[in-house]
């Protein structure tokens, strides 16, 4: 079997885990390391959830910090979504390895050069740390086969009037990277929020995850508490990185189109706006435009199935 090698580039965050938890229950994905930027919540905080997941789910590769504030403009967190830990209440094991003495945009410099043209990156917070990996070294887009990034949307967003969180919080950023030259798929929010979770799987996730994992059912239902108390404009919990995750795992799971993807760099209402011109005869992405719903739920089904323990791994951590 042909693996993916990857760079997981996030910012954990509740959506960002589950994510995680299905790129951990991929055969055909090889985990070079995860680099972590601030976006859902302060870098502090998810700088230790990153950490914490890596050591969930036993992954043994580099975790290295990258930006803790966007390129140009002031720093904003989901936090009212996500929780003030960035992950609910949920117990995250004690971190037993220090992060890479590597900055982000470095490793993953390194790791590009060493692959020699196979690495690729799944990215599924702000694009921060990519745009420095490529201001610092010029040369990394032939380094790298593409990025898989959750980000954008062809039509409205869940920030301001336009603009999806990812690319709101560093336009800037996400600009440098659609206009980088490496090949991009991007999965916005158009095709993430059909995969809104209802009533009838929030049963079935908790019968599926049983006692012993009870707590990522919990969870979802803070996420989706979240939403219904704060009244954040959408009545679904969407499992949105965990598309742009499926879809280097299966890329049956989306439809996608070329176009030409420009990013709005304004501070107002359009900031963040992905403007996707899908007649233009210089497309520099993939854009997903329908999600094949059954195929991506059944992958997300399986990966709850296979998470790990939480009681068991909480006991070895010494919690």
Not at 125 to 135: D, H, I, K, Q, S
Not at 199 to 209: C, L, P, Q, S
Request: aromatic fraction near 8%; charged fraction near 25%.
């Amino acid at each position: 079997m042909t693996k993916h090698k990857i760079i997981l580039d996030t910012d954990p965050g509740i959506d960002d885990f589950f994510a995680m938890l299905l790129a951990a229950d991929a055969q055909n994905l090889e985990l070079r390391g995860v680099t972590a930027v601030a976006g859902n919540q302060v870098m502090e905080k998810i700088a230790n959830n990153a950490r914490g997941i890596a050591q969930l789910l036993g992954w043994d590769c580099p975790v290295s910090l990258g930006a803790d504030r966007p390129l140009l403009i002031p720093q904003i967190t989901a936090s009212q979504v996500h929780g003030d830990t960035g992950l609910g209440h949920f117990p995250l094991p004690a971190p037993q390895k220090d992060a890479d003495e590597r900055l982000a945009w470095d490793f993953i410099y390194e790791e590009a050069t060493a692959l020699d043209g196979e690495l690729e990156i799944l990215a599924i917070g702000p694009l921060t740390n990519l745009a420095v990996a490529f201001l610092r070294h010029p040369d990394l887009p032939q380094k790298l086969r593409r990025i898989v990034l959750m980000g954008g949307a062809t039509e409205w967003g869940n920030r301001g009037a336009y603009g999806e969180f990812n690319f709101y919080v560093d336009p800037h950023a996400a600009e440098i990277v659609f206009s980088s030259g490496v090949p991009i798929d991007m999965v916005g929010l158009n095709v993430t929020m059909q995969t809104g979770i209802s009533d009838e799987e929030f049963d079935d996730i908790a019968r599926t995850v049983g006692e012993s994992r009870k707590v990522y059912s919990e969870l979802l239902e803070f996420y989706r508490n979240i939403y219904r108390v704060n009244d954040l404009g959408f009545r679904i919990v969407a499992m949105h990185d965990s598309l742009a995750a499926a879809f280097l795992m299966d890329e049956r799971v989306l439809e996608m189109r070329n176009a030409k993807v420009q990013i709005d760099c304004s501070t107002g209402l359009c900031r963040g706006r992905s403007i996707a011109d899908f007649k233009s005869e210089s497309p520099n992405a993939r854009v997903a435009v329908a999600v094949d719903r059954p195929r991506f739920w059944d992958m997300v089904m399986h990966s709850l199935q296979n998470a790990p323990d939480v009681r068991v791994q909480s006991s070895a951590s010494g919690k």
